[in-house]
């Protein structure tokens, strides 16, 4: 029910340039529209805004951190596989140490 | 985000005709379900969005019960032109052009909360305990505070420990503060030393313990969403207040009404929120945020990037000199001569001298700089600047301490993007 739903708006969006532009959907806040992206949003936002996961830069490793601090200190359940590699590769494409998606002006 | 009008009837339409199939439809909700199948569901999380937080009981919800509070509050209500960071937890940071006031409005402060805020902020029910290596412990409510002990006013600084996070390369992890996690407000309320010593500090004290009201994120009720402290001679300085006013006014909610620390000078998140507990110890205080590379940097000079061993963080205690350009704003088009204006802050120091350059800091020159109107109150500053010809200029500051400490031009990296306090540049046209 889920795909059948979201697979339409991705397959869209990834030929529509403004919103492929803006990046977002409504559906998942700041968050870069992506593979991994449902699976990244609905994870994180259990606890917290999805605000704070756009704003980070960090490289694979650090994510990995992340997420263990995520649940040895604070709470998060473990995520199972296959979704615990699909959320690290989509944090650590889209929101790596280059900070592709920052969503902030630097200055 | 505003208040959505429209949210309530639409829901409420949408549960009247069948409850169960409506919550298993909008929220994914399905009576007695699995947690974990529930919680990795879209509708945990859009309930919690609704309802502007967690929901602790939520598996004791029956299915096709709307939550009563689906109204969302526009979550910086009472607050003026704050550039939102963060939404849940909420973390609000003020354009350093509407920093310029020489005392900050409520409404200017900044916003960095760790926890979901507490539902009953009521300053009549409020009580605050002092306990731990005491020799009377106590239990006051605020006007208790008023009546037994002095009740002072004073502008103090506060500024998050990670202010100017955003510019550290390689970037550190936290909420991206750019300039504006900074305020000097008029706090009013009674010195913690006072209270202390009406409750007896005994020998053994080292470090001071701080407990507030709000929630963790998980919504586990036995985690600390922050709970830090300071050394006890930080403490009793005059300065460090349990402050009731805001302004003259109430405390803004997200800045912890009804009551909160105020520790100018150091890392705002020793000033604890919504304040219910403080507890005296004879070692350093083991809370929320005040273990592991929280609110710590390296005890030694690092590369950009470097790993450093836990073990060898240090908390945090001062903040380090800064200023910041508050006129013109960043961008401004203005003529061939103009004020500039700001403030600078040194933590439990003074500043002696704030200098500005508009040539990329080949030259300087000095300001007109005010002394603080008390301890722990940033100080202000202001310069008359002549163009030499129309053209793009960058304004810098830099401030230089009691100490004869300067602001930098590079930050001095460490991994949890502390303490930086590089120069501020104001880009503008003059024409």
Redesign the interface.
Known sequence: MKINILWPILFAMTFTPAVVGAGEDPEFGALFIAPGVEET???C?????E??VA?????RD?WVD?LDWMVE?????EIEEPDYTVIVDYLSEHYG?D?PN?P?P?? | MTPKDTDAPHVGGFFADDPEAADRAFFGRVTHGDR?GF????G??TM??MVGG?IPFHRNMPAGLIPAALAQENVLMGKDGL???????V?AETPPHLLDDAITPTARHFIRNNGIVPDDMDPAAWTLTIDGFVDTPMELTIADLRERFEVVTMALTLECGGNGR??FD??A?G??W??GAVGCSEWTGVRLRDVLEAAGVQSNVIYTAHYGADY?????PD?QPLSRGVPIAKAMTDNVLIAFEMNGGPLHPMNGAPLRLVVPGWPASTAQKWLTRIQLRDQVHDGAKMT?TSYRVPNRPIAPGEEVATEDFVIIERMPVKSLVTFPA?GAEIGMETEVRGHAWSGDRSVDAVEVSIDFGATWQPTDLDPAVNEGAWQNWRADISFPQAGYYEVWARATDNTGEMQPHAIDWNPKGYLNNTMH?VGIRVS
């Open positions: 949003f609905y994870t936002t259990a606890c917290h805004s605000r704070i704003q980070q830069g960090l490289s650090k992340m200190e604070q709470g998060m359940q140490v900070r920052f902030a630097m200055n | 974990r919680l990795r569901k879209a945990l999380a919690g969005a967690v550039t939102l960071l963060n939404d849940r937890p973390n955003s510019a390689p970037p992890s909420n991206q750019t300039y963790h994120l998980s919504g586990d985690k592991g960043n540049r």
